[in-house]
């Protein structure tokens, strides 16, 4: 047997159910079947070009040639300092910041680096799929608690004190949260902070999304509300949603030096520096004009307050109106009954089967009840999966 040469770190770990959603629609599109894909996070927009020239000035007069620092340019740490002054109001220095090969990538590091065997790490679900396998990875567990859609899929303290336990070392907190779009109020952080504070929890605030809120919403960060917050938070972000760069792969962290150092000795033995290239064309979009990105933020927001009314009509799916990121997570479980079906994967299975509409399954967001729709696509393609999907429930 070919598994037998595998690591058990392996064979016990999830396949990335956005990855396989996505690729599997995919190989349908390439069999010549009209397939309308909704599964990946990423903007429809090409990267845009000042980014774009910043990356190729750098290419052609050689720069981006050489190594730099594992933990990335100075340049790009003092772009990422006066972004933090910037949009998080606070004054941070550049041995607080550590660049990465994607913020998926900084999520690892920042993994590694804190938890040892048998720590646990407190998950609100839904989730995005990669936290809870990146924590095993670093032999930790994964603590897992459910969110409810009446409290807006949002967890409380006393959610929370009730997972904690002696080994409690990390609170993953993600808001605006991929899959749902919820974000935390300035008034729940607080009381979130406080509690971790209180029990010396670490608080991973994964920022991804702060940019990309709609209709008067706002984002607040976790570690702007207190000094005692902040020392106790490492703040994860990166370039890829809010300036559409995802293919270029560039995250970072900010926290205690400690940390961002040991993050940094990780990277070191790994990937060593992220591609020069990119670090210079996220020194761009972190410093340059801004104005693409509320054109964009614009666009998801149109698109969101469309496409909601239009899915909240389809039978059977019951959908909360995010306020931020780009994805609809509707709980489907009254569709899943009128259509015979008891398991959300075979249900999204079904859906792209039948009417080629390509959602991911809630199953690996720690929501077995639920789908998730990205709208990081256009108006057309959105209106037309609905009107498919109204078909698939009226069949």
Not at 63 to 80: C, D, H, M, Q
Request: charged letters at 20%; one cysteine or more; proline letters at 5%.
């Amino acid at each position: 047997g070919g598994t037998m040469i595998l690591s058990n770190r392996v064979l016990n770990m999830e396949e990335s159910v956005t990855l396989a959603a996505a690729a599997r629609a995919k190989a349908l599109k390439a069999q010549g079947r009209d397939i309308l894909s909704l599964t990946l996070g990423e903007p429809d927009f090409p990267t845009p070009k000042n980014i774009q020239n910043a990356a190729a000035s750098a290419i052609k007069d050689g720069r981006a040639s050489f190594y730099t620092v594992t933990s990335g340019l100075p340049e790009l740490k003092e772009a990422i300092v006066a972004y933090f002054a910037k949009y998080y109001g606070y004054t941070i220095k550049p041995n607080q910041v550590t660049v990465a090969t994607g913020a998926k990538f900084s999520l690892y590091t920042f993994f590694m680096s804190v938890i040892n065997p048998g720590d646990e790490a407190i998950i609100p679900t839904p989730c995005w799929v990669s936290y809870g396998d990146q924590i095993k990875m670093a032999e930790g567990i994964p603590v897992f608690v459910q969110a409810t859609e009446a409290n807006h899929f949002k967890v409380t303290v006393e959610q929370l004190e009730s997972a904690r336990t002696e080994k409690t070392k990390v609170l993953v907190l993600n808001s605006p949260s991929n899959p749902t779009g919820m974000i935390y109020t300035a008034k729940e952080l607080l009381a979130i902070g406080n509690w971790a504070v209180e029990h010396d929890i670490l608080i991973l605030a994964d920022d991804i999304y702060g940019r990309l809120v709609y209709n008067g919403n706002e984002f607040t960060p976790i570690s702007s509300l207190s000094e005692a917050i902040r020392k106790q938070t490492i703040v994860i972000n990166g370039v890829s949603k809010s300036y559409s760069m995802t293919g270029w792969r560039l995250g970072y962290a900010v926290g205690d030096p400690d940390i961002i150092a040991a993050m940094s000795k990780i990277a070191g033995q790994t990937t060593s520096n992220p591609t020069t290239a990119t670090q210079y064309a996220a020194i761009e979009a972190l410093t340059g004009p801004q104005d693409t990105v509320e054109i964009m933020r614009q666009a998801f927001e149109e698109r969101l307050n469309t496409i909601y009314p239009l899915l909240s009509e389809v039978p059977g799916f019951d959908v909360v109106k995010p306020q931020g990121a780009f994805y609809l997570f509707p709980n489907v479980k009254k569709a899943m009954g009128m259509k015979g079906y008891t398991d959300v994967t075979e249900f999204t299975t079904a859906i792209l089967e039948e009417v080629g509409v390509a959602l991911v399954t809630g199953a690996g967001f720690g929501a077995p009840e639920n789908v998730r729709l990205s709208y990081a696509t256009d108006l057309d393609t959105l209106k037309e999966a609905v009107i498919r999907l109204k078909e698939f429930m009226e069949k």
